[in-house]
C-alpha cells in the first residue's frame, strides 16, 4: 500500500473541514443583505454626505481657496517689485538728469582771468 | 563635468531604477479622492460602505438611533484617519473596523459586555425575561426563512460578547488575539468564545435546514 492510500491525518482533516466552515460562514455573514428597509439607508447616507460636506468639503475648498489667494499674491508681488524697481531707475535717471551741469552757470563761475591779470593776482 | 551635476545623474537614475511603491487599490484612491473634497468619490465611497456597515451596526447594537450614530461617527473618523499602515487591508475591513470599534464602545456603556459577575447576572435576567433587546431587530429585506433571514435570526440570539466576537472575526477580519485584547479576555477564553459563536450559528442554520 502506498504512502498515498493511506487514509489521512483525522485531524487534519477535521482541521480542514473546520477551514472551510469558517470560510463558508464567513462569506456568508459578509453577504448579509442590511436589515434596514432602502429608504432608512438613503437617509443615512444623505445624513453623512451633508456631514462629509461641512467636515471635508468646506474645509478643503477653504484651504484651496486660500491657496489660490496666497498664489495670486506671489503672482502680484512679482509685478509689484518689478514696477517697483522701474519707477526706481526712472527716478534715478531723473534725479541724475536734474542734477546735470548749467554750461551758462558753469561759464559764469569760471574765473575771469583778465580781471585777475589786472588785479595782480597773476 | 563637475561632480554635483554626475552625481544628480546618477540619483535620478538610481530612483528610476528603484521599484516603483504598487499601486493603492481602486478604494482608497477614491478615500483619497474623497478626503481632498471629490463629491463623486465621496458618494461612491458612502453607497458602497453604508449598507454592509449599517447592518453591522444594527446587528450589533439593536437599535436604529445607535446604528446610526456609530456609522455616522465612523464615516467621521474615515475621513480624518491616517490608514498609512493599513493600506494591505480593504478599505471596507478597515471602515468595519472603526463600525466595531464604535459599537464596542457603546455596548460597553450599556454594560452590555461587562464581565462582572454581578452585571452577567443582571443581564442574563434581562434576556430571560425577553427585555435585553426591547426593540426587536429589524429583518426587512432579508426574506422570511431564506438563509438570509436564518443567519440573521442566529446572529441575534446569540449573547452580546459572542455576537461581538463573531462579528470582529467575519467582517474586521480579526484574529483571536485581537479579539482577547479587544474584550479584553486571555486569547484561550477569546479562542472559546469565537468558537461558541460559530458552533451557534452553524447549529442555527443546520437545525433550520431540517
Same mark, same amino acid.
Given at each position: 500500500?502506498?504512502?498515498?492510500?493511506?487514509?489521512?491525518?483525522?485531524?487534519?482533516?477535521?482541521?480542514?473541514?473546520?477551514?472551510?466552515?469558517?470560510?463558508?460562514?464567513?462569506?456568508?455573514?459578509?453577504?448579509?443583505?442590511?436589515?434596514?428597509?432602502?429608504?432608512?439607508?438613503?437617509?443615512?447616507?444623505?445624513?453623512?454626505?451633508?456631514?462629509?460636506?461641512?467636515?471635508?468639503?468646506?474645509?478643503?475648498? $477653504?484651504?484651496?481657496?486660500?491657496?489660490?489667494?496666497?498664489?495670486?499674491?506671489?503672482?502680484?508681488?512679482?509685478?509689484?517689485?518689478?514696477?517697483?524697481?522701474?519707477?526706481?531707475?526712472?527716478?534715478?535717471?531723473?534725479? #541724475?538728469?536734474?542734477?546735470?551741469?548749467?554750461?551758462?552757470?558753469?561759464?559764469?563761475?569760471? %574765473?575771469?582771468?583778465?580781471?585777475?591779470?589786472?588785479?595782480?593776482?597773476? | 563635468?563637475?561632480?554635483?551635476? !554626475?552625481?544628480?545623474?546618477?540619483?535620478?537614475?538610481?530612483?528610476?531604477?528603484?521599484?516603483?511603491?504598487?499601486?493603492?487599490?481602486?478604494?482608497?484612491?477614491?478615500?483619497?479622492?474623497?478626503?481632498?473634497?471629490?463629491?463623486?468619490?465621496?458618494?461612491?465611497?458612502?453607497?458602497?460602505?453604508? %449598507?454592509?456597515?449599517?447592518?453591522?451596526?444594527?446587528?450589533?447594537?439593536?437599535?436604529?438611533?445607535?446604528?446610526?450614530?456609530?456609522?455616522?461617527?465612523?464615516?467621521?473618523? #474615515?475621513?480624518?484617519?491616517?490608514?498609512?499602515?493599513?493600506?494591505?487591508?480593504?478599505?471596507?475591513?478597515?471602515?468595519?473596523?472603526?463600525?466595531?470599534?464604535?459599537?464596542?464602545?457603546?455596548?460597553?456603556? !450599556?454594560?452590555? #459586555?461587562?464581565?462582572?459577575?454581578?452585571? #452577567?447576572?443582571?443581564?442574563?435576567?434581562?434576556?430571560?425575561?425577553?427585555?435585553?433587546?426591547?426593540? %426587536?431587530?429589524?429583518?426587512?429585506?432579508?426574506?422570511?426563512?431564506?438563509?438570509?433571514?436564518?443567519?440573521?435570526?442566529?446572529?441575534?440570539?446569540?449573547?452580546? !460578547?459572542?455576537?461581538?466576537?463573531?462579528?470582529?472575526?467575519?467582517?474586521?477580519?480579526?484574529?483571536?488575539?485581537?479579539?482577547?485584547?479587544?474584550?479584553?479576555?486571555? %486569547?484561550?477564553?477569546?479562542?472559546?468564545?469565537? $468558537?461558541?459563536?460559530?458552533?451557534?450559528?452553524?447549529? $442555527?442554520?443546520?437545525?433550520?435546514?431540517?
Amino acid at each position: 500500500m502506498s504512502p498515498d492510500a493511506l487514509p489521512s491525518d483525522p485531524t487534519e482533516t477535521r482541521e480542514e473541514d473546520s477551514a472551510a466552515h469558517d470560510l463558508a460562514l464567513r462569506r456568508q455573514l459578509r453577504a448579509l443583505p442590511s436589515p434596514a428597509p432602502a429608504a432608512e439607508l438613503e437617509a443615512l447616507s444623505r445624513r453623512v454626505l451633508a456631514q462629509w460636506r461641512e467636515q471635508v468639503a468646506a474645509p478643503a475648498r $477653504h484651504e484651496a481657496g486660500v491657496s489660490t489667494v496666497l498664489a495670486a499674491g506671489r503672482a502680484g508681488g512679482r509685478w509689484l517689485a518689478m514696477s517697483a524697481g522701474l519707477m526706481l531707475c526712472a527716478a534715478l535717471a531723473i534725479g #541724475l538728469w536734474l542734477q546735470r551741469g548749467d554750461p551758462v552757470l558753469d561759464e559764469l563761475a569760471r %574765473p575771469d582771468v583778465l580781471s585777475q591779470m589786472a588785479a595782480g593776482e597773476m | 563635468m563637475s561632480s554635483v551635476p !554626475r552625481l544628480t545623474q546618477w540619483f535620478g537614475a538610481a530612483l528610476s531604477r528603484a521599484p516603483r511603491p504598487r499601486a493603492a487599490p481602486a478604494d482608497w484612491t477614491l478615500w483619497r479622492a474623497a478626503c481632498s473634497g471629490d463629491a463623486a468619490s465621496a458618494a461612491g465611497l458612502v453607497q458602497a460602505l453604508t %449598507p454592509q456597515a449599517y447592518g453591522l451596526a444594527l446587528r450589533l447594537l439593536g437599535r436604529r438611533e445607535d446604528a446610526e450614530d456609530a456609522v455616522q461617527e465612523a464615516f467621521l473618523r #474615515l475621513w480624518r484617519a491616517t490608514p498609512r499602515d493599513d493600506r494591505s487591508a480593504q478599505l471596507s475591513t478597515y471602515f468595519n473596523t472603526i463600525v466595531i470599534n464604535r459599537c464596542r464602545s457603546l455596548l460597553a456603556s !450599556r454594560r452590555e #459586555l461587562a464581565t462582572e459577575a454581578e452585571a #452577567l447576572r443582571d443581564l442574563q435576567d434581562a434576556q430571560q425575561h425577553g427585555e435585553a433587546h426591547a426593540a %426587536p431587530h429589524p429583518t426587512a429585506g432579508l426574506g422570511p426563512g431564506g438563509p438570509h433571514a436564518r443567519l440573521h435570526d442566529g446572529l441575534s440570539r446569540l449573547p452580546p !460578547r459572542q455576537r461581538m466576537a463573531v462579528a470582529m472575526w467575519a467582517f474586521a477580519d480579526a484574529s483571536v488575539p485581537e479579539i482577547a485584547r479587544a474584550l479584553e479576555l486571555d %486569547p484561550n477564553a477569546a479562542h472559546q468564545l469565537l $468558537h461558541r459563536a460559530k458552533l451557534a450559528l452553524r447549529a $442555527h442554520l443546520e437545525g433550520a435546514d431540517s
